[in-house]
């Protein structure tokens, strides 16, 4: 790391010592280093494939199909993800009783591997290791979807109800969740410390909250590779490699 990197570490402990609410917004970036693409940077995988909206996937069999297929073909990085340094040490810091939840724009429940309960990862996009029914809200394994592709040579409906049955993400075209984004909101507006990890911060509304908490009072904290639009208004802008510097804080 850089000297001036070092520098910015030493004041990010001071920063992390001295909050009593800490809450971490974490995007693409924090999962690169575990081999999860970064979907909308450039050569990834929304610039080779136009992304199915929503309601496209509804409206087709042909559709859900691609669909289906091109998440089933991307499943060997997903189900073989480990969690990353950024990771581990965002679950310290949540044993240690200084981070009370996760917000994340990431699909790929990397921050639950890590250790972080379900309850304490608000997913703003979903998450994209399990499926759900679209009516009903049953939950599928993805190998159970897997099979059933192959055996009948189309994705299969809810054997409950006939619902579509899609990955548990929110797709392009669909609603933001409504209980995630109002506890994002809650969990903002409650901490000293916000920390954006990983985000290039121009997805909204979900780029709203970094500016939501530094008006509610919180210092705000900005961990990315490249720069974003907030970093004016940040206490502390860090472009480093984003494992090198959470890997201090990891507890041991
Ligand atoms: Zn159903």
Same mark, same amino acid.
């Given at each position: 790391?850089?000297?001036?990197? /070092?520098?910015?570490?030493?004041?990010?402990?001071?920063?992390?010592?001295?909050?009593?609410?800490?809450?971490?917004?974490?995007?693409?970036?924090? $999962?690169? /280093?575990?081999?999860?693409?970064?979907?909308?940077?450039?050569?990834?995988?929304?610039?080779?494939?136009?992304?199915?909206?929503?309601?496209?996937?509804?409206? $087709?069999? *042909?559709?859900?199909?691609?669909?289906?297929?091109?998440?089933?073909?991307?499943?060997?990085?997903?189900?073989?993800? @480990?969690? +990353?340094?950024?990771?581990?040490?965002?679950?310290?810091?949540?044993?240690?009783?200084?981070?009370?939840?996760?917000?994340?724009?990431?699909?790929?429940?990397?921050?639950?591997? $890590? +250790?972080?309960?379900?309850?304490?990862?608000?997913?703003?996009?979903?998450?994209?290791?399990?499926?759900?029914?679209?009516?009903?809200? @049953? @939950?599928?394994?993805?190998?159970?979807?897997? *099979?059933?592709?192959?055996? %009948?040579?189309?994705?299969?409906?809810?054997?409950?109800?006939?619902?579509?049955?899609?990955?548990?993400?929110?797709?392009?075209?669909?609603?933001?969740?409504?209980?995630?984004?109002?506890?994002?909101? %809650?969990?903002?507006?409650?901490?000293?410390?916000?920390?954006?990890?990983?985000?290039?911060?121009?997805?909204?509304?979900? %780029?709203?909250?970094?500016?939501?908490?530094? @008006?509610?009072?919180?210092?705000?904290?900005?961990?990315?590779?490249?720069?974003?639009?907030?970093?004016?208004? %940040?206490?502390?802008?860090?472009?480093?490699?984003?494992? $090198?510097?959470?890997?201090?804080?990891?507890?041991?």
């Amino acid at each position: 790391m850089t000297p001036a990197g /070092e520098r910015a570490v030493a004041r990010l402990r001071e920063l992390i010592e001295v909050a009593r609410t800490i809450v971490p917004f974490t995007g693409a970036g924090i $999962s690169t /280093e575990c081999g999860i693409p970064d979907f909308r940077s450039p050569g990834g995988i929304w610039t080779k494939y136009r992304p199915i909206q929503f309601e496209d996937f509804v409206a $087709s069999q *042909e559709m859900r199909d691609e669909s289906w297929r091109r998440r089933l073909a991307m499943d060997a990085q997903f189900s073989t993800a @480990r969690p +990353g340094r950024g990771h581990l040490a965002l679950a310290g810091l949540h044993r240690a009783g200084k981070v009370p939840a996760v917000i994340t724009q990431n699909i790929d429940n990397l921050h639950q591997a $890590s +250790g972080i309960p379900d309850a304490a990862v608000v997913e703003l996009h979903g998450n994209t290791t399990y499926a759900i029914c679209l009516d009903c809200a @049953r @939950r599928y394994e993805l190998g159970w979807v897997r *099979e059933r592709f192959g055996a %009948a040579g189309q994705s299969p409906d809810c054997e409950d109800c006939g619902g579509y049955i899609k990955t548990a993400t929110i797709s392009f075209g669909q609603a933001m969740p409504e209980g995630p984004m109002r506890r994002a909101e %809650a969990l903002t507006l409650s901490c000293d410390l916000f920390l954006a990890i990983g985000s290039s911060l121009v997805v909204w509304p979900a %780029a709203g909250f970094p500016l939501m908490a530094k @008006r509610n009072g919180a210092k705000l904290v900005i961990l990315n590779r490249d720069a974003t639009e907030f970093d004016d208004v %940040a206490d502390l802008v860090i472009h480093e490699d984003i494992g $090198s510097v959470l890997a201090p804080f990891i507890a041991h």
